[in-house]
């Protein structure tokens, strides 16, 4: 009988898919929560927005936005966050909570790249969010009366896979820096609240002064939710979208050098200090 | 016969802070492996047998590459264990602890089939593979439980399914059998058996000198960090197998008494286990020679302020070379 797989890297990318699927799944709370926020927190925004601008708060958001629902902008902006946010946490985080369980030495005694599978654990979340990204985004489309064409929606997972994976890099740089004080969660929070700040889920980046866009323009998120509401809600003067995507890539594989190097650092030490294994 | 795993000279030191970032408390080293050196021989069981703390994991850690050795080198199936890291990861099988490393929410059979891709084992083989593991082990009528519900014994057995998913020449078992019930321990020492008769070499860890008796071919008997005897269990014995032992329950135990016990004409060695620190209840285990030896022992457990209990004569076992050789007993208080 054969024993191993022709392509042993599928085989480990599609194990760590079906595990997180799997567990993820048998955390139904998790996934109410990850579903529902964006909605709420839309809800409490339209409600502010209400409250400040009165009468004219439509109007004033659609002048400052461009966008004509509010609840479109928001919701997609919205989901895009938790994306985000749950990414560079889990980036982090999982290697904690592994470290508690006992299993995360095991992984180093297979034949794989241990960066490699932390990746393939931040794509299994991303798949996920793809998911969750599109019902989101199918209904509030839906209620805002428009569609989207398949070239849109190919575009629309693109544009969310190039924003968020890339946060994994920062997630492993975070890991890196802080699994030995044990509190990544911490300072996982403190980033994910940065990037999110400086992404735009909620509002245009031109509310900041000029410092701060420059700044939001290394932030991969902010091109993301830039572009997914142009095109979600199909404004006219689209940026040019080649650039952009070229731009997105770059930065994905900026951030995921970055994480590559201060992890295998943190790696070559914790093999030297007995690391791995403390929990 | 080659030799499956091959230590010279392997020094660990882990130096450590006392507290947490903040309160940051002195510093400590500890020396957990001092110049060990062993082998272990193609398609046999080997046990390293210590107490608490002697280094026994850290000498797992080692060989399955999990932790990088300060100096010296080791050799795993013939592979370097810094140098050919994956050549050594194929060859081997860990199991690391005994209740630990699960998914929860995963059943048993899921979380093998997940070690199983990440071993990139065809799914038709590993399918079958783990059909035949759950059977070895007793875990078949769990294995779509989810871990969460599994006790503690069907953890460790599940942990050495594990190990042996990629069915692997070299296998490292670190206290296979440590809280597990009589009927259980006896399942893992069958497979053990069974390993080694299937021509796999064992390389396990325990603190229990009967277990090393009775699974291993041979024995590296290690303590502070030091190897400091190998052989078989009986050449191990035959270094006590002249002296006579006794084991004496006292309360009222003190430190005192037992450099005095040590000092005594005739005494070989001699080493104590507190069982109760409130009445001050221990069990002296002493090893000595001659009949005149036992009139003082006696003499002076009897003159002591500590109230003598009982005491028994046993045969010398491995645990006697423990002894005599550190002055210290083998296994904790149970
Ligand atoms: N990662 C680590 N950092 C600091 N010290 C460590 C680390 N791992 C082990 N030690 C120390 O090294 C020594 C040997 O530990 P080890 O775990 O190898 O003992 P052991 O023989 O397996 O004991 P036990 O029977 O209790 O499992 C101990 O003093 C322990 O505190
Ligand atoms: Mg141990």
């Given at each position: 009988m054969k024993r191993l797989v022709k392509y042993p890297v599928l085989a480990s990318l599609i194990g760590v898919i079906i595990k997180e699927m799997k567990i993820m799944s048998r955390y139904i709370g998790t996934l109410v929560i990850v579903i529902s926020l964006p909605y709420m927190l839309s809800g409490f925004f339209i409600g502010v927005g209400y409250t400040v601008g009165g009468e004219a708060a439509n109007r004033n958001f659609y002048m400052n936005t461009g966008v004509e629902s509010p609840l479109l902008y928001l919701t997609l902006g919205g989901t895009l966050m938790m994306a985000s946010m749950f990414l560079i946490e889990n980036a982090s985080g999982i290697i904690r909570e592994e470290q508690l369980i006992g299993t995360f030495e095991l992984h180093y005694l297979t034949p794989n790249n241990t960066i490699l599978l932390w990746f393939f654990h931040a794509i299994?979340?991303?798949?996920?969010?793809?998911?969750?990204?599109?019902?989101?985004?199918?209904?509030?489309?839906?209620?805002?009366?428009?569609?989207?064409?398949?070239?849109?929606?190919?575009?629309?997972?693109?544009?969310?896979?190039?924003?968020?994976?890339?946060?994994?890099?920062?997630?492993?740089?975070?890991?890196?820096?802080?699994?030995?004080?044990?509190?990544?969660?911490?300072?996982?929070n403190i980033v994910s609240s940065f990037i999110a700040m400086l992404s735009g889920f909620y509002y245009p980046l031109e509310v900041f002064p000029r410092a701060v866009q420059l700044i939001a323009q290394v932030v991969p998120t902010s091109h993301a939710s830039e572009l997914l509401k142009k095109i979600v809600s199909g404004m006219p003067g689209q940026p040019p979208l080649a650039e952009r995507l070229t731009l997105m890539a770059a930065l994905a594989l900026g951030y995921l050098a970055l994480g590559k190097v201060f992890y295998s650092r943190w790696e070559d030490e914790a093999r030297r200090k007995g690391e791995l294994s403390k929990y | 016969m080659a030799s499956s795993v091959l230590?010279?000279?392997?020094?660990?030191?882990?130096?450590?802070?006392?507290?947490?970032?903040?309160?940051?408390?002195?510093?400590?080293?500890?020396?957990?492996?001092?110049?060990?050196?062993?082998?272990?021989?193609?398609?046999?069981?080997?046990?390293?047998?210590?107490?608490?703390?002697?280094?026994?994991?850290?000498?797992?850690?080692?060989?399955?590459?999990?932790?990088?050795?300060?100096?010296?080198?080791?050799?795993?199936?013939?592979?370097?264990?810094?140098?050919?890291?994956?050549?050594?990861?194929?060859?081997?099988?860990?199991?690391?602890?005994?209740?630990?490393?699960?998914?929860?929410?995963?059943?048993?059979?899921?979380?093998?089939?997940?070690?199983?891709?990440?071993y990139h084992l065809e799914r038709s083989y590993a399918k079958s593979r783990i059909d035949y593991l759950l059977k070895l082990l007793d875990l078949e009528s769990d294995a779509d439980r989810l871990v969460e519900e599994y006790s503690t014994g069907m953890k460790s057995k599940l942990n050495i399914a594990r190990a042996l998913l990629q069915d692997p020449p070299v296998l490292f078992l670190d206290e296979p059998t440590i809280g597990l019930d009589p009927t259980a321990a006896r399942k893992v020492r069958e497979v053990i058996m069974?390993?080694?008769?299937?021509?796999?070499?064992?390389?396990?860890?325990?603190?229990?000198?009967?277990?090393?008796?009775?699974?291993?071919?041979?024995?590296?008997?290690?303590?502070?960090?030091?190897?400091?005897?190998?052989?078989?269990?009986?050449?191990?014995?035959?270094?006590?197998?002249e002296h006579k032992v006794?084991?004496?329950?006292?309360?009222?135990?003190?430190?005192?008494?037992?450099?005095?016990?040590?000092?005594?004409?005739?005494?070989?060695?001699?080493?104590?286990?507190?069982?109760?620190?409130?009445?001050?209840?221990?069990?002296l285990r002493i090893v000595y020679d001659g009949d005149f030896a036992l009139k003082d022992v006696l003499g002076m457990l009897l003159s002591s302020r500590g109230r003598l209990i009982s005491v028994k004569s046993l045969e010398p076992t491995l645990e006697d070379v423990f002894v005599t050789m550190t002055g210290e007993r083998l296994e904790a208080p149970s």
């Open positions: 299994a979340s991303s798949l996920l969010f793809l998911g969750v990204f599109a019902a989101n985004a199918s209904l509030v489309i839906a209620v805002a009366g428009s569609l989207l064409n398949p070239y849109e929606w190919l575009l629309v997972f693109a544009i969310v896979l190039l924003g968020i994976l890339p946060l994994a890099g920062l997630g492993l740089v975070v890991a890196a820096l802080t699994v030995r004080f044990k509190e990544v969660w911490a300072v996982a | 230590v010279e000279n392997v020094s660990k030191v882990f130096h450590t802070r006392e507290g947490g970032l903040l309160f940051r408390g002195k510093k400590r080293v500890v020396e957990a492996l001092k110049n060990v050196s062993f082998e272990v021989r193609e398609g046999e069981v080997f046990g390293l047998l210590g107490p608490n703390g002697a280094g026994k994991t850290t000498t797992i850690k080692i060989l399955s590459t999990l932790l990088l050795p300060d100096s010296g080198d080791a050799w795993v199936n013939g592979y370097h264990v810094v140098k050919e890291a994956n050549k050594v990861r194929e060859s081997i099988g860990v199991s690391l602890y005994s209740d630990r490393g699960f998914y929860w929410k995963l059943s048993g059979r899921e979380n093998l089939m997940y070690f199983a891709r990440l069974e390993l080694r008769g299937e021509g796999k070499t064992v390389l396990l860890t325990t603190h229990n000198m009967y277990e090393a008796e009775l699974l291993c071919d041979r024995v590296a008997i290690i303590s502070k960090g030091r190897v400091i005897a190998i052989g078989t269990p009986g050449e191990l014995k035959s270094k006590v197998s006794i084991e004496v329950e006292l309360a009222g135990f003190d430190e005192g008494l037992l450099e005095m016990v040590k000092q005594g004409r005739g005494v070989i060695g001699a080493a104590a286990r507190i069982r109760d620190p409130v009445s001050g209840l221990a069990e």
